[in-house]
T-cell receptor, first 113, second 113 residues
Framework: AQSVTQPDIHITVSEGASLELRCNYS??????LFWYVQSPGQGLQLLLK??????LVQGIKGFEAEFKRSQSSFNLRKPSVHWSDAAEYFC???????????FGTGTSLTVIP | DVKVTQSSRYLVKRTGEKVFLECVQD?????MFWYRQDPGLGLRLIYF???????EKGDIPEGYSVSREKKERFSLILESASTNQTSMYLC????????????FGSGTQLSVL
């Protein structure tokens, strides 16, 4: 069965520090990969996505993610975190056989001054 | 700008009531989805629809039904609300092409007392 794992439930970083959020997936082929962000009281907003090609993907708000096929991972990174980045982050997998998406359980990010 | 609108931001209902959650999108999207979001569980797919009057069960359809009479509107129905259906409900839509990103509404926080 397909699954998406975000092993970190909650992460706290200092403003200005670097950030890496982990995501692993279980799927028989290379899926479509997404990172979404949910700010408090808001719906989810797409940060970036990977379909094919260059394995390092740039997104909005200075985020990037790297697809590593050998590790079935799609980790999200940001070199320098801002206080406004405090939010919940979801990794998602889209199957190329249809229109279904599977989400991880989310990682809550706290940014301290 | 694209928009997915959920009719209520907060809703309080009593056990046994019939509950309607409404979602409207203005992007002429083929696909529409209903998710519920619970802490530690991420987003779980309840139902999705890929065309008018068409619906498919997601991972947790029990206790829910849906209706899509018009392309822009996708309704989630709780036939007899129960306390374990207290949750955040998120509606999303996407174009007909496989695995285009999801556009989310702001969510409806439903409390069943």
């Amino acid at each position: 069965a397909q699954s998406v794992t975000q092993p970190d439930i909650h992460i706290t970083v200092s403003e200005g520090a670097s950030l890496e959020l982990r995501c692993n997936y279980s799927y028989g082929a290379t899926p479509y990969l997404f990172w979404y962000v949910q700010s408090p009281g808001q719906g989810l907003q797409l940060l970036l996505k990977y379909f094919s090609g260059d394995t390092l993907v740039q997104g909005i708000k200075g985020f990037e993610a790297e697809f590593k096929r050998s590790q079935s991972s799609f980790n999200l990174r940001k070199p320098s975190v801002h206080w406004s980045d405090a939010a919940e982050y979801f990794c998602a997998v889209g199957l190329n056989t249809g229109n279904q998406f599977y989400f991880g359980t989310g990682t809550s990010l706290t940014v301290i001054p | 700008d694209v928009k997915v609108t959920q009719s209520s931001r907060y809703l309080v209902k009593r056990t046994g009531e019939k509950v309607f959650l409404e979602c409207v999108q203005d992007m002429d999207h083929e696909n529409m989805f209903w998710y519920r979001q619970d802490p530690g569980l991420g987003l779980r797919l309840i139902y999705f629809s890929y065309d008018v009057k068409m619906k498919e069960k997601g991972d947790i359809p029990e206790g829910y039904s849906v209706s899509r009479e018009k392309k822009e509107r996708f309704s989630l129905i709780l036939e007899s609300a129960s306390t374990n259906q207290t949750s955040m409900y998120l509606c999303a839509s996407s174009p007909g092409q496989p695995n285009e990103k999801l556009f989310f509404g702001s969510g409806t926080q439903l409390s069943v007392l």
